[in-house]
């Protein structure tokens, strides 16, 4: 019904692990592109660029909007799959995490050489911005391991964890 995936994945050939979402009303299809489809008839409401993520799109509300965040770092407006604010960086594996007004992308990435692979951590505040619009604020960013990450990070009481590829915490 959604087609093939997006041929290749980031990291390895074909697949998928990303979760539906619903989101205003809006059902998310994060497989071979990110599409809104209306729940009620199946229709697709929109369609976005391929989609060679593993991670569930992180959801939030910036000043009473509903927003998405994906993995390859994407603001997207639920409504019509537009994009409404900066990229923030892109992960592989996992999705970002949303805590309060903040996104965390922790995961593992290529460096600006495409060779170079560590897992990194990020952190941005979003705001809402005149028009509709997503302003962005970075709070940090750090290399944080050479290993591999695919379990999505918890963030509970400031701290966050994070769970390699090998059983290290």
Do not use: C
């Not at 697949?15 to 619903?22: F, K, N």
């Amino acid at each position: 019904w959604l087609g093939a995936p997006t041929e290749p994945m980031l990291g390895h050939i074909t697949g998928t692990s990303s979760s539906l979402l619903m989101v205003d009303g809006v059902l998310l299809a994060p497989f071979g592109k990110l599409r809104g489809i209306d729940p009620s008839n199946g229709d697709v409401l929109w369609e976005g660029a391929a989609w060679p993520h593993y991670g569930t799109p992180g959801i939030m509300n910036v000043d009473g909007q509903a927003v998405i965040i994906t993995p390859g770092g994407e603001i997207i407006r639920p409504s019509d799959g537009e994009t409404i604010g900066p990229n923030i960086g892109q992960i592989e594996y996992v999705g970002p995490v949303v805590v309060g007004d903040t996104v965390y992308s922790i995961g593992w990435t290529r460096l600006e050489d495409g060779k170079t692979t560590v897992t990194i951590g990020r952190a941005h505040k979003l705001f809402g911005e005149e028009g509709g619009r997503i302003g962005v604020r970075k709070l940090w960013e750090r290399h944080l391991s050479k290993e591999r990450t695919y379990a999505s990070p918890l963030i509970k009481d400031g701290r966050i964890f994070v769970l390699y590829w090998q059983g290290k915490l």
